[in-house]
């Protein structure tokens, strides 16, 4: 039995984490897995947000390095270096960032996602020069669609949290 509610909390988004993760690598096909929407980013972002600096700054740079890991980037580190990034404007706007519409914040989350998508394919044209598949773009308006949910599944465990 868990009896702190950190480790609590820690396991929770380690739970999380590895499901985004499953879900993200489940298409046998590589067109179909870039059009899905950026879940192991999302969350990250999400994290970022309702976090404390360190946790969200960390925890971008790991779930980006595992991220290099199960999609075999060459050189390790690009997804940890956009993640940490994201994190840090997360941050940095974190105040503005919770104050606005749902709507406002997921047009936000799909720039950020789109410049991921942008970011990485610019890398991978640059080194090894696979073929561009624009299905990745349809990652944005899922991933942008998706944040509302991921915002409505967390108030509701921070409402059954707080009663």
Excluded at 16 to 30: D, K, R, T, V
Excluded at 52 to 80: E, K, W, Y
Excluded at 88 to 99: A, C, E, Q, W
Excluded at 109 to 123: A, E, M, N, P, S
Aim: net charge neutral; glycine share 4%; proline share 5%.
């Amino acid at each position: 039995m868990i009896t702190n509610d950190k480790t609590q909390q820690f396991v929770v988004i380690v739970l999380m984490m590895a499901l985004a993760f499953y879900l993200q690598e489940l298409p046998g096909s590589n067109v179909l897995q870039k059009a899905l929407p950026e879940l192991p980013f999302i969350l990250t972002l999400y994290f970022a947000v309702s976090s404390r600096f360190f946790f969200g700054v960390i925890s971008a740079f790991v779930v980006g390095m595992v991220q290099d890991v199960f999609i075999g980037i060459p050189t390790l580190g690009l997804h940890a270096a956009i993640y940490v990034i994201a994190a840090f404007v997360m941050i940095i706007i974190r105040l503005r960032f919770k104050h606005m519409n749902i709507f406002i914040q997921s047009f936000t989350i799909g720039v950020f996602v789109l410049v991921k998508i942008l970011l990485v394919t610019l890398y991978e044209t640059i080194l090894y020069s696979p073929p561009v598949h624009l299905w990745a773009l349809l990652s944005v308006p899922l991933s942008a669609l998706v944040w509302p949910l991921l915002h409505l599944l967390f108030a509701f465990f921070a409402e059954k949290d707080e009663s």
